[in-house]
T-cell receptor, first 114, second 116 residues
């Protein structure tokens, strides 16, 4: 079974600075998808960024980018120019190529200091 | 942008009571899901539903749980006899297709269930 590990329960960053959230996963599949979801205090799950495992190029979405290391099974999220609105719980999630369910990590609480 | 709507946003129920959590997925979506998040813990898959039947369920989804799509628009999760440990945030999600490249999940805002 696939597992997703987020080893940082909590992170802090100064406004306008850059922060990196870590995620590792375990799978025997060769093709799959990885996601970062943001969960603000409202508790809604918001998709931040997605990476297809067959793509070598790291995904980027504005201030959000990932460092996808397939061999190391690592999928970190970099947030540049951090804003107060980035404060939230961030979940890393895995979906197999033919999978039906998302497998989530335990989450990382990100605090942004002004 | 289309949304997945969940009602109620918060429900308090007595232990042993039945509770129904309601979701209205996006209208042209075909795959429906329930996930659960116990406070401070990870989000866990409960069940997936396609073509009017359960396509996959987790160990958590025991006989106390059931899902239904009664009228072609609503998607409900029923807990027959709630326990204290059922207290959690329940998320409904839907997607149009299992073609993940083109169609991702859309999550609802969740229903916070408190069992007292």
């Amino acid at each position: 079974a696939q597992t997703v590990t987020q080893s940082q329960p909590e992170m802090s960053v100064q406004e306008a600075e850059t922060v990196t959230l870590s995620c590792t996963y375990d799978t025997s599949e060769s093709d799959y998808y990885l996601f970062w979801y943001k969960q603000p205090p409202s508790r809604q799950m918001i998709l931040v960024i997605r990476q297809e495992a067959y793509k070598q190029q790291n995904a980027t979405e504005n201030r959000f980018s990932v460092n996808f290391q397939k061999a190391a099974k690592s999928f970190s999220l970099k947030i540049s120019d951090s804003q107060l609105g980035d404060a939230a719980m961030y979940f890393c999630a895995y979906l197999g190529e033919y999978g039906n369910k998302l497998v989530f990590g335990a989450g990382t609480i990100l605090r942004v200091k002004s | 942008e289309p949304e997945v709507t969940q009602t109620p946003s918060h429900q308090v129920t007595q232990m042993g009571q039945e509770v129904i959590l309601r979701c209205v997925p996006i209208s042209n979506h075909l795959y429906f899901y329930w996930y659960r998040q116990i406070l401070g813990q990870k989000v866990e898959f409960l069940v997936s539903f396609y073509n009017n039947e359960i396509s996959e369920k987790s160990e958590i989804f025991d006989d106390q749980f059931s899902v239904e799509r009664p009228d072609g628009s609503n998607f409900t999760l029923k807990i027959r006899s709630t326990k204290l440990e059922d207290s959690a945030m329940y998320f409904c999600a839907s997607r149009k297709s299992r073609d993940t490249i083109n169609y991702g999940y859309t999550f609802g805002s969740g229903t916070r269930l408190t069992v007292v």
